[in-house]
């Protein structure tokens, strides 16, 4: 059983940086990753990295964001940095115990946070 509490969202204009941070509590994680939603829409898969150090991004934020975890202590980030304002969504923080395997679907990831509000402005 894995607790997750993201933190860090907020209102930046475009070409503005944030970073994004997960609090994970209970039993280790294999992969963990980040995945976001806007209003209207399916909720899409943005990162996620394995304990090995594999990192996966979809194409629209390769080069501008960056997943890193710190295991001792339990902390998942995701540093975002030439926000665009289609970046605008919930981001969710998750993690499973099976391996990472890329691309991954929502489905496959059983425990998730409440989400942390991210609005880029042009």
């Known amino acids: 059983q894995v607790q997750l509490v993201e933190s860090g969202g907020g209102a930046v204009q475009a070409g503005g940086s944030l970073r994004l941070s997960c609090a994970a509590s209970?039993?280790?994680?294999?992969?963990m990753g980040w995945f976001r939603q806007a209003p209207g829409k399916e909720r899409e898969f943005v990162s996620e990295i394995d304990n090995a150090g594999s990192t996966y991004y979809t194409s629209s934020v390769k080069g501008r964001f960056a997943i890193s975890r710190d295991n001792t202590k339990n902390t998942l980030y995701l540093q975002m940095n030439s926000l665009k304002p289609e970046d605008t969504a919930m981001y969710y923080c998750?993690?499973?115990?099976?391996?990472?395997?890329?691309?991954?679907?929502?489905?496959?990831?059983?425990?998730w946070g409440q989400g942390t509000q991210v609005t880029v402005s042009s």
């Open positions: 998750t993690a499973r115990y099976a391996y990472c395997n890329f691309p991954t679907s929502v489905t496959a990831f059983p425990f």
């Open positions: 209970g039993y280790a994680a294999n992969c």
